[in-house]
């Protein structure tokens, strides 16, 4: 039978099981604003202490203490009273006056800012399905892609011409013989320095380059073979014939709203936010902002590697370089 002083370890074992597996909460019977400890003018007071230790995880926890008691005690000691006695000791020492600290200061109300801007628009405008549908619909390109073709081209004004480069491409299919070719016989100065590539190719003819667009004729020979493969037969193009190569393809693709809804989220939570911001600085520029000299920053130029310099000031003279000693002359008393 298993004895008594077995039992009671087996249950005190289970309770401390049970309050490491969650947050540790602050014994609710002192007054919130309670003040727990004050170094100079900074107050720490039991909601602090609460909040804080509220934000941390039960792993971090445990290295303050076996008991939630310990915990309070210790997380107060070890990183508030800790904290606060650092902020003091910078103020004496007037750290906060120092340009880059003020800097950095700045830099954590900036993304506070932020932080809270983008909060609010979440709480306050939260994108709605029907927002992300009207999204959807006017940005099919974004989802929808039509099946394309990878062709690369040769365009010389003789269908004799392009023949023989027919042959010979096929004796020899390799990426330098056709480069070595186009450069040479292309007559589309556009493409023929890049071994006549056209990307690639959707079935209207589009191509991801503005301006160029895939006569149907070459797109319809491309079609006829398979993948990594050569145009047997010259392909006539206006008044000019082609020799083609199918380099690769790729399947269409169609993304449901489904898959995009989240991401679509995102790009709408976001644009609210650029202009909730937006308002935010207007606001604040005609509140705040008093002196704006722009004229003055022409007045600071940026070297190529990124050092700074002032502009030289038209009519200024350039600083006269302090003149170096003259050398000592030979004579009685030098050896």
């Known amino acids: 039978m298993m004895r008594a002083s077995t039992l009671a370890a087996l249950g005190i074992g289970l309770v401390l099981s049970a309050w490491q597996a969650r947050p540790v909460q602050a014994d609710p019977s002192p007054d919130e604003t309670t003040v727990v400890a004050r170094v100079g003018e900074r107050t720490i007071t039991v909601d602090e202490l609460n909040r804080r230790i509220a934000s941390l995880p039960p792993f971090q926890l445990r290295a303050f203490g076996s008991s939630a008691d310990e915990v309070r005690r210790n997380f107060l000691k070890k990183v508030m009273i800790r904290e606060a006695l650092l902020v003091q000791g910078a103020r004496a020492a007037k750290l906060d006056e120092r340009g880059d600290v003020q800097e950095r200061i700045r830099g954590v109300l900036r993304s506070s800012m932020l932080s809270g801007v983008r909060t609010e628009t979440i709480s306050k405008s939260p994108v709605t399905d029907e927002e992300i549908r009207r999204y959807y619909d006017a940005n099919p390109t974004k989802f929808h892609t039509p099946a394309r073709i990878a062709i690369w081209r040769i365009l010389v004004p003789k269908r004799e011409e392009a023949a023989a480069i027919v042959k010979a491409m096929l004796a020899d299919p390799t990426p330098k013989r056709w480069n070595d070719i186009c450069r040479e016989k292309s007559v589309d100065r556009a493409t023929s320095m890049r071994g006549g590539n056209l990307g690639f190719v959707a079935p209207d003819g589009t191509t991801a380059e503005p301006g160029l667009k895939v006569d149907q004729a070459v797109l319809g020979a491309a079609g006829g073979v398979e993948d990594g493969k050569i ?70 130029d940026v070297a190529p590697t990124g050092d700074l310099q002032a502009v030289k000031r038209p009519g200024s003279l350039a600083p006269k370089k302090a003149s170096a000693l003259p050398a000592p002359v030979p004579g009685p008393g030098l050896r």
């Open 231 to 300: 145009v047997p037969d010259p392909i006539a193009e206006g008044d000019k014939f082609a020799v083609i190569w199918r380099r690769q393809s790729m399947k269409a693709v169609d993304r449901p709203i489904e898959i995009e809804s989240a991401s679509i989220k995102q790009v709408l939570t976001h644009e609210k936010t650029e202009k909730r911001m937006a308002d935010l600085i207007e606001r604040l520029r005609k509140d705040h902002m008093s002196d704006f000299n722009l004229d003055l920053v022409d007045l600071i």
